[in-house]
């Protein structure tokens, strides 16, 4: 698991003082839509990209190597319609739960941009692949990922398990365990017990060793997943952007 560092404020501030201005009536002295719904395509897929910059291209959850088109979406810690269920005091993000934002006073972003509805806010949006933002739904987590030493508070075996004492919940609630994760992170231990780092100068050798380790994992344990990347050139690519996991 990796630390998210929120401390880039002056990358993203431009970008929230042109959506502020754009939602501003001046006539009607309120916001119109300065919300998440808000987003155009365009800004959403800008605020999109400076995330996964931001988390050095890797899913706020499990890791996976984001890319920016449709496969990577922009995750709430605290959810943009929060159920019953969810306490806005236990993400203690720098920002205002969006029921209590005052839409009839204008809010000029501050260059700290602390004073953003939290369904906007710098500080509660993170860069996510769509399957961990599915599953997540709205359930309540804890904010691991803000905790700097959360590497610490995580370990994956060779098995591709994942372990947490502290946050065993939070993994069952974002499926961290589930079968493809699993599996992905075992081929990736597989592949390290088997070459050195130079297998990523080459792009076509990578792809060999990985259908090679495949199939000794799929001759061993029958898991289909392993099978279909001799021949799927998608899940071949959805493997390779597990490669954090050879570390």
Not at 154 to 173: A, M, R, W
């Amino acid at each position: 698991m990796e630390f998210i560092n929120k401390k880039h404020q002056a990358i993203f501030y431009p970008e929230y003082i042109k959506f502020e201005t754009h939602k501003w009536n001046i006539s009607a002295h309120n916001y119109t839509k300065y919300n998440y719904s808000g987003f155009s395509i365009n800004f959403k897929n800008t605020i999109k990209g400076l995330l996964i910059d931001e988390q050095n291209s890797l899913c706020c959850y499990c890791l996976k190597e984001l890319e920016k088109n449709d496969s990577s979406t922009i995750e709430h810690l605290y959810p943009n319609n929060p159920q019953s269920h969810n306490i806005f005091s236990n993400y203690k993000v720098k920002c205002t739960e969006k029921i209590h934002f005052d839409v009839m006073t204008r809010h000029i972003p501050t260059s700290s941009l602390d004073n953003l509805p939290h369904d906007i806010s710098y500080y509660n949006l993170l860069a996510c692949c769509k399957l961990c933002n599915n599953t997540r739904d709205t359930k309540e987590i804890r904010p691991f990922v803000f905790e700097v030493n959360v590497k610490k508070e995580f370990s994956y075996n060779d098995n591709g398990y994942i372990f947490s004492i502290k946050y065993q919940d939070e993994i069952t609630k974002i499926g961290l365990a589930n079968d493809q994760y699993v599996n992905y992170r075992k081929l990736w231990r597989h592949m390290r017990k088997n070459y050195d780092n130079t297998i990523f100068l080459n792009r076509n050798r990578l792809e060999r060793a990985l259908k090679k380790v495949a199939l000794e994992l799929f001759n061993k344990t029958g898991i289909i997943l392993y099978a279909e990347l001799l021949s799927n050139g998608l899940k071949l690519k959805d493997a390779i952007a597990y490669r954090y996991f050879y570390n």
